[in-house]
């Protein structure tokens, strides 16, 4: 088996929220599923570096030369949220408004990039080419963010965390598909599975919709109230959930 | 005698303008960010030039940054000449007297941005200092604009802290309200118009740049 990219341990306690979970990031792409109010974006939140857990751990590639501790309240390591690596797209798109689309996916993206051999010249065009391409948004770079419409800017949001990604750094998603029409997200994420493959770039994501799940082919970590109570395949995990929605459906 | 006093007005806001933002704007971001009873006292002292009387301001710089102090040599030794009676002491006074000007819309632009776009940069890698530059900024352009404004004005229709300070001598520290308040005083009635409706003048034109401001979410709008 191979050494998971991202091993992850919270324990947190702060009004209605009781979180309490362990997992590691084996899989390509591993999906948190849960309830709205479950803590889902907490937990991607403390990965990220933007909230502090009352007491954690969370891992980079462990097991490996690559290993870094992001965060461990017990030896007080905590590294700040933009030396991390790790790219996320919250939930709130939060595009710069004050850049054009273009702009804003093109921010911090790196000048040189391995995958085209360091042609400083074209590489970062066929990076952006290609992104903004899988994202769907080629057609909206010289707009505005007022101009768009909610799915378009989930689009861009998402856009520019690839943009500034790096090989091999863990990619957060806090529903970042919400908005979209079913067979626009089926393609996106089918796309994304394969970017993020070619650039072994884990990937976690956090849904409470069962298409998502499916599509991306994840492994499924199942939470209910603060805690992970199962984990697997989708097909095996989420059973339940499905039937319940077929039923619903052919009802 | 009006020309000397605009061109010294002018120059004494401008200066003032630009040394305030400079020093506002890191004093604002920390307000704006900060917790705690530091940053509680910090905004008292900011605020206390709106309360107090700029007489008093002007006494305490007097005595304060006179050659009998420790800063006050400091002073003396840095600018070669006493504060006093000086345009530099202007510019201190000013600077002082102006600071809640700046520092009170600089705190409330700064605290209407949202935390999600620097926690954005962040994500992409920005350090907090690049995304001050990258994003905050630019998103409290609007507050920095009637900053500047604002902070210019006042300087221009200050009156308490010049005379205090500067005295009233032509040419050095002799200001437009100053100049108005000598022409009254020599019952130069058509003189004290003239200069008056100059600073009005300022005043509309300053005022109206704050108020047709508009934030770059409509400016985007047209751009495309």
């Not at chain 2, 506002?24 to 705690?36: C, D, E, F, H, K």
Request: with cysteine; charged share 15%; hydrophobic share 50%.
């Amino acid at each position: 088996m191979p050494n998971p990219a991202l091993e992850v341990s919270l324990r947190h306690q702060a009004g209605p929220l009781d979180l309490d979970v362990q997992f590691t990031l084996d899989a390509p792409w591993t999906c948190l599923f849960a309830p709205s109010g479950a803590g889902k974006t907490t937990i991607l939140r403390m990965i990220a570096g933007l909230d502090h857990p009352q007491t954690g751990r969370v891992v980079r590639a462990p097991g490996s030369v690559l290993r870094v501790v992001l965060l461990d309240t017990d030896s007080r390591i905590f590294i700040p949220p933009h030396l991390r690596s790790v790219r996320m797209v919250a939930q709130r798109p939060a595009l710069f408004p004050h850049l054009s689309v273009v702009d804003n996916v093109d921010y911090r993206m790196p000048p040189s990039l391995p995958e085209y051999e360091n042609d400083d010249l074209l590489g970062p065009g066929l990076r952006l080419a290609e992104i903004t391409g899988l994202c769907r948004v080629s057609h909206l770079l010289a707009k505005m963010p007022s101009q768009l419409s909610g799915g378009e800017r989930q689009r861009v949001a998402l856009a520019r965390a690839l943009a500034s990604s790096f090989p091999a750094d863990p990619l957060l998603l806090d529903e970042p598909f919400t908005g979209l029409e079913a067979s626009l997200r089926d393609d996106i994420i089918h796309d994304l599975r394969i970017w993020t493959a070619e650039r072994s770039i884990p990937v976690l994501l956090v849904t409470h919709d069962l298409g998502e799940v499916f599509t991306a082919d994840a492994h499924v970590l199942k939470m209910e109230s603060g805690r992970i109570v199962a984990s697997g395949p989708a097909a095996e995990v989420l059973a339940p959930e499905r039937d319940r929605l077929i039923q619903r459906l052919t009802q | 005698m009006e020309s000397q006093a605009i061109w010294l007005t002018l120059r004494l806001a401008a200066t003032t303008t630009i040394l305030l933002l400079a020093f506002a704007v890191p004093l604002s971001w920390w307000i704006a960010n900060g917790r705690g009873p530091a940053r509680a006292v910090v905004q008292a002292c900011v605020a206390l030039p709106l309360v107090l009387p700029p007489t008093v301001i002007g006494f305490y710089l007097l005595v304060g940054l006179g050659p009998l102090t420790a800063p006050g040599r400091l002073l003396l030794h840095i600018l070669g000449h006493p504060l006093a009676f000086s345009f530099s002491g202007l510019v201190v006074g000013s600077v002082l007297y102006s600071l809640p000007f700046a520092v009170l819309p600089l705190v409330a632009g700064f605290q209407a941005i949202g935390p999600e776009y620097v926690e954005a940069a962040s994500m992409l890698g920005a350090s907090p200092i690049r995304s001050f530059f990258d994003v905050t900024l630019p998103l409290a352009r609007p507050a920095l604009l009637s900053a500047s404004v604002l902070v210019f004005l006042h300087t221009v229709g200050e009156f308490g802290v010049v005379l205090m300070v500067g005295g009233n001598i032509p040419g050095t520290t002799q200001t437009l309200s100053i100049a108005l308040f000598d022409q009254v005083q020599d019952a130069n009635y058509a003189d004290a118009n003239r200069t008056a409706l100059i600073m009005i003048v300022f005043a509309i034109i300053g005022l109206a740049l704050v108020y047709s401001r508009r934030p770059w979410r409509d400016s985007g709008r047209q751009l495309a």
